[in-house]
C-alpha cells in the first residue's frame, strides 16, 4: 500500500494534472521537478526554501496552472532531486548553475522567477548575474544579500534571530531534526492537515543533509564565538554593483516573520531600482501557504502586467 504523503502528492497530481520532470544541470546532478498548466504558456518557474520541496508552492500551483505554463523544482539536496554528501556542492555558483541550466532547458527566458528562503538567495543571485532568464522575478521573505550581510554584522535584533544558522551548520544537525518522527520540523511548518505532514515526512526520509548544507556552504551567518568579527568582515568584502537587481521585481514580505526582521529591507530600492514592494501585515515566514489568496492576487497582478505589456493579452 503507497504511504499516505505519496497518496496525497498523487491526488494534488490528479487534480492539477502535475507530471514530474527531471532535468540534468551539472555532472552527476539531476533535479526533479513537478510541471503543470497549458503547454506554450508563459513560464513561471518556483523555488522552495529550507525544508520544503516543491509541495510548498501547492496553493500558487492550483491558480496558476489554470493559464501558466509551472514549474515547481526540488533544489539540489531536497526531496527527489540529486543529494550531493559534499558541503562544497552547496556553494552559491553551483546552485545558481542549476537554475541556470533549468531555464535554458525549459527555453529561456521564462516569463518569470518566484522563490522563497533558500529558493530566494539562489534567485537573487541569478537575477543579478544573469537578468536575461527572466522577464519577471518575484521574492518572497527572503532576503538581499547585502542587506542581509549588513544586518548579521551590526542588527542585534536580526543577529539574534539567525541564531539558528548556527545550529543548522553543526555536525549531526540533520539527526536531530528527524528525531520524534521530524517533530522539530513540523512544528516550525504547522498548521498543516494529517496528509500534509505526511508529505513533508515523505520527503524527509530521503534526506536532511542536503538542506543543512546549504546553511554548511554559506559565508553569511552570525558569528560564532571561534570567529569573532567575521561576519563584519564579510559584509565588508561584498561589493553592493555586484548584486544589483535590474529586473522588475515584486518582493512578497509576512511581517510577522520571527527569522527575518524588516531590517533587511532597509535600503533594498538602492539595489533593485524596478521595485515592487508588498507587505503582508503579521503573517509569518510560510506567508505564501498562511495567505493564499493574498499573495496570489499580488503575483497575478504582477506577472499579468508585464504579460499584457508584451503581446496586448489579457491573463
Known sequence: MA?????????????????????DTAPGIRLHAKVGGPAGAPTLLFVHGFPEFWFTWRRQLAEFTRDYRCVAIDLRGFNLSSQPADVGAYKAAHLIGDLVAVIDALGAPVHAVIAHDWGGAVAWGLAAQRPELMRKFA????????????????????????????????????????????????????????AERAAY?????????????????SPLHPDTADEP???????????????????????????????????LLDGIETLVPDLRLHHVDGAGHWVARERADE??????????????????ATV
Not at 5 to 20: K, R, T
Request: contains cysteine; proline residues 7%; neutral net charge.
Open 3 to 23: 504511504a499516505p504523503g505519496m497518496l496525497y502528492i498523487a491526488a494534488m497530481d490528479d487534480v492539477l494534472n502535475l507530471e514530474s520532470q527531471y532535468f
Open 139 to 194: 521574492i518572497i521573505n527572503s532576503p538581499h544579500a547585502i542587506p542581509f550581510a549588513r544586518a548579521l554584522a551590526h542588527d542585534p535584533a536580526q543577529i539574534a534571530a539567525s541564531e539558528y544558522m548556527n545550529w543548522l551548520r553543526r555536525p549531526g544537525a540533520e539527526t536531530a531534526l528527524a528525531q520524534d518522527n521530524f517533530a522539530r520540523l513540523l512544528a516550525m511548518l504547522d498548521p498543516m492537515s494529517e
Open 229 to 263: 568579527g567575521r561576519a563584519a568582515a564579510v559584509a565588508a568584502a561584498l561589493k553592493p554593483e555586484q548584486f544589483r537587481v535590474t529586473v522588475p521585481t515584486q518582493i512578497i514580505w509576512g511581517t510577522g516573520d520571527p527569522a527575518l526582521r524588516p531590517v
Open 295 to 312: 499573495v496570489n492576487a499580488v503575483l497575478r497582478g504582477f506577472v499579468a502586467e508585464h504579460h499584457q505589456q508584451l503581446t496586448g
Open 201 to 217: 515526512r515523505q520527503c524527509w526520509q530521503r534526506g536532511l543533509t542536503g538542506g543543512c548544507n546549504y546553511y554548511r556552504a
